[in-house]
């Protein structure tokens, strides 16, 4: 059930046409929004994590002083990725 409301959103006219033209089947420009907000949080949020993990590893790098060269990083993962290519043509 909704309960809250969000402020009238002013744009372009271009814009609202470009959102109108979009819209799926049976689909509202209302609900169009509301998907787009939830699907933005939902991206701000990963990134805010994704930053955090990577200032955490920093962190724990500073403290141990254990630091990996990027080269021997990239190398891996080629190779992991490789590993999953070869094992998805199995299947």
Do not use: C, W
């Not at 699907?39 to 790098?61: H, M, N, P, Y």
């Not at 254990?66 to 490789?82: C, G, K, N, P, R």
């Amino acid at each position: 059930m909704k309960t809250a409301t969000i402020p009238a959103l002013r744009v372009e006219p271009e814009l609202r046409k470009a959102a109108e033209e979009v819209l799926n089947e049976n689909e509202s420009l209302s609900s169009f929004m509301e998907a787009s907000l939830r699907e933005s949080i939902a991206k701000r949020r990963l990134q805010r994590e994704f930053v955090a993990r990577g200032l955490a590893a920093r962190d724990e790098a500073h403290r141990t002083g254990e630091y990996f060269d990027a080269d021997d990083v990239h190398a891996e993962l080629a190779s992991m990725l490789q590993a999953a290519r070869t094992a998805g043509k199995d299947h």
